[in-house]
């Protein structure tokens, strides 16, 4: 890992004292340090949420997907809400199902939670800095982990819609990477370990699979889908990969969770629509929230 970018064990906080008040401010330069590109938004964009949510630091990171929005519900008291809108390097793509917001929750155990309502999608503007700036922000609000979570497309007939699944490694099909220049970023346990074992502590029978992530936004044909199963995929969708990458270079530990929605094109007859997607979503919401929530509690 690149420490002269991450210094994760470090937490860096400035009091500055007026009379009887203390602010406190993040120093996000110790919390991401270096010079990526991408590196200077992200630092700004931590410290617009320090500002608007007055919360100097925060503990995990949390991207949700289709189906998954609910889960800050199922999490503890909210400190604030910030809308895209309002932070640098982030703005809403317009697509149902993506919420355009950021909150933070305080767990009962005192830890501050960052949870982004959507991500950037690479098939937005095909700019893989884009998709990267979500977790750069996590990891420069102080975070030292990070959860991924997507809707996806299931390439076992046995993994059928509303199934949760941890991601235990990725295939990245996108032809791209959030990285610049000569960064050797060791993805073999890109996906930790250590959190999967957690996660199944909390679920028992949650399954793992591989995720490949395709640059979209069409769908996948039928071919496709069998040369990911072929290259030892199980699931299949437009995220997560380049997240895991970005998150990886950055020092953050990774939990990946897919929410099949869908199978994938030509392991049924059946077409793909995104307003089948979103239903899929919406029928498991309550269920993996739930699960998802207790999952970052455990953490």
């Known amino acids: 890992m690149h420490n002269h970018y991450a210094i ?21 330069q110790e919390f991401l340090t270096g010079d990526h590109p991408g590196f200077d938004l992200a630092r700004q964009a931590a410290e617009i949420l320090a500002d608007k949510l007055g919360i100097a630091h925060h503990d995990i990171g949390v991207v949700l997907g289709s ?10 008291d909210i400190n604030g809400e910030v809308s895209f809108a309002e932070v640098p390097g982030l703005a809403g793509d317009g ?7 950021i909150t933070s929750v305080r767990l009962p155990t005192g830890r501050n939670v960052l949870v982004f309502g959507s991500r ?15 977790v750069r922000t996590i990891a420069a609000t102080g975070a030292s982990t990070v959860v991924l979570t997507n809707g996806c ?10 199934t949760p699944v941890l991601i235990s ?25 250590r959190l999967r074992a957690i996660a199944k502590q909390v679920e028992p029978s949650l399954t793992e699979g591989v995720y ?19 290259l030892g995929g199980d699931l299949v969708g437009m995220s997560t990969a380049l997240d895991t990458i970005a998150a990886r270079h950055v020092g953050l530990e990774v939990l990946g969770m897919s929410l099949v929605t869908n199978a994938g094109a030509g392991v049924t007859d059946a077409p793909l629509a995104h307003s089948d997607v979103i239903a899929a979503g919406e029928a498991a919401a309550p269920r993996v929230s739930k699960l998802l929530a207790n999952i970052i509690q455990a953490i």
């Open 8 to 28: 994760r064990a470090c937490i860096a906080l400035v009091l500055f004292c007026s009379g009887a008040t203390v602010v406190l401010v993040s120093d996000t």
């Open 67 to 76: 189906g998954w929005a609910h889960t800050i519900d199922a999490l503890s």
């Open 95 to 101: 697509v149902a199902g993506h919420v355009q917001k």
């Open 120 to 134: 950037t999608h690479f098939y937005a503007n095909r700019d893989a800095q884009a998709v990267a700036h979500v």
């Open 153 to 162: 497309g299931g390439l076992n007939p046995n993994l059928q819609p509303g």
């Open 169 to 193: 490694d990725h295939i990245n099909l996108t032809g791209t990477t959030p990285l610049a220049g000569p960064e050797f970023v060791d993805m073999t346990d890109a996906h930790a370990t």
């Open 212 to 230: 490949v992530q395709f640059a979209g936004p069409q769908y996948e044909t039928p071919a496709e889908v069998s040369m990911a199963a072929t």
